[in-house]
Nanobody, 118 residues
Framework: QVQLVESGGGLVQPGGSLRLSCVAS????????MGWYRQAPGKQRDLVAT???????TYVSSVKGRLTVSRDDDKNTVYLQMNSLKAEDTAVYYC????????????WGQGTQVAVSS
């Protein structure tokens, strides 16, 4: 079981930038697929980005070119660099980890709030 703690959320104006961090403990993430999800009030939790252990990223179409996921396995940390933020990016952002090895244990962080407003 890996434990995940997010940080870096806050209030930012439209067009601004923010960097979210997710620090893992209890296990090394070198064999985990890592990801970021977000959930706005009254809406479902949606995938934002993933990054494999070989550092292959994927993104939901609405954030391509604005958000970048990266990982530093030496620091056991995953990042989400958020640029050109829009009001519709407002949500609680959750870090996610899934072991690539059976039985594919998965973990969620507690979430960090991102608010984009003028």
């Amino acid at each position: 079981q890996v434990q995940l703690v997010e940080s870096g959320g806050g209030l930012v104006q439209p067009g601004g930038s923010l960097r979210l961090s997710c620090v893992a403990s209890g296990s090394m993430i070198s064999h985990y697929v890592m990801g970021w999800y977000r959930q706005a009030p009254g809406k479902q939790r949606d995938l934002v980005a993933t990054i494999t252990s070989s550092e292959t990223p994927t993104y939901v179409s609405s954030v391509k070119g604005r958000l970048t996921v990266s990982r530093d396995d030496d620091k056991n940390t995953v990042y989400l660099q958020m640029n050109s933020l829009k009001a519709e990016d407002t949500a609680v952002y959750y870090c996610y980890a899934r072991d690539e090895r059976p039985p594919y244990f998965a973990s969620w962080g507690q979430g960090t709030q991102v608010a984009v407003s003028s």
